[in-house]
């Protein structure tokens, strides 16, 4: 029995999964959902999903699904979700799950009153380089870890329309690329942090543009750095008594190396296709054995990553218009 997919969202992100879906042994995709009849129809066509909608709680009552991948703007997350959620269909949700701690709990709170498995698509968080850094880090290979330096930027050019500019899609770097060095450092430290202090650039249309955080957890201390009007270094690295770890491309990592002494090590790990293949498969294997949450990306820390980013969102003066309403 094949696996169903279906999308709620046809845009940018969802080319990239449907790449990796196709060569996913057992895996297809049934059905995609959009706002505007004409544009989802195109796409149901151009890539040969053989049903259409022009809503996903439309999608959703016609079954046949056997899970979503929610791929919408940030604050079109939380319905698409709920909605899947309440017809008991499995869920992955484009990260941040939604813009805010309170939305994202409300979500949690649906998925685990209905028994439905719901999950953040933290895709990084399923690269199998990590298998090799953890080993590393768990051999003592570099000592006692003490600080991770990790950021994620890219210089966009302003275009207020863009959901990365507008704050009515909660733009800006936080949401959009921050969050991935804020998963990293809580997998690495297998905790939230103690204290976070903030500071950067809110740009005329009202969103992060540029932020740099300094954090410190109970196993030791983290620097971030994210923008979308700034080119920065995506190399994270983890520094400890005896050593170091990097982690080039981190967000999308396909080796690590260990650098202790005179000591160079790299393990490599090629995409299959482009890293999403992971958390696709790792949603199947749950959604198969009856699991209600993916022990690798719990809901529990996406509410804890919402909270994180409500924080330094505070430290900045960021809100959004939606959540003044
Ligand atoms: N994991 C990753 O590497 C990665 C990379 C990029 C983005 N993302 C995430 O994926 C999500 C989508 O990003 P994207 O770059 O793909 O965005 P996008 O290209 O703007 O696509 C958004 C899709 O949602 C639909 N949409 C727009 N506004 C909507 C609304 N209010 N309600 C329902 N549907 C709406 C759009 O179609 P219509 O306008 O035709 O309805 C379009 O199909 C974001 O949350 C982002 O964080 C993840």
Known sequence: MTFRWALAGHGHISSTFRDALAAVPGAELVAVAGRDTN??????????????????????DAGGIDAVYVCTPHPAHLDAALASVG??????????????????????????????????AMWTRFLPAYLSVREWIDQGRIG???????????????????????????????????????????WLYASAPETVVATGVVGETGVDEHVVVSARYPGGLAQFGCAVR???DTCAVVRGTEGHIEIPAFWSAQSATLHRGDTIETS??????????????????????????????PLGQSLELAEVCDQIRNQLGVTYPFETQ
């Open 144 to 186: 006692d870890v003490q600080l991770l330096t990790a950021s994620f930027g890219f210089r966009a050019e302003l275009d207020a329309e863009h959901r990365l500019f507008s704050p009515a899609l909660a733009g800006g770097g936080l949401l959009d690329v921050g969050v991935y060095p804020l998963a990293l450092a809580q």
């Open 230 to 232: 700034a080119n920065l």
């Open 268 to 297: 490599s790990h090629p995409h299959r296709v482009n890293g999403f293949e992971h958390q696709i498969e790792e949603v199947m294997a749950c959604v198969r054995e009856g699991k209600a949450e993916s022990d690798k990306m």
């Open 87 to 120: 017809t008991k269909i499995p869920v992955l949700v484009e990260k941040p799950m939604t813009p805010a701690a309170g939305t994202t709990g409300q979500l949690v709170d649906a998925a685990r009153g209905a028994g439905v498995f719901a999950m953040e």
């Open 39 to 60: 544009r989802v129809k195109a796409y149901a066509e151009a890539h040969a999903i053989p049903k259409h909608y022009v809503s996903t709680a439309d999608m959703l």
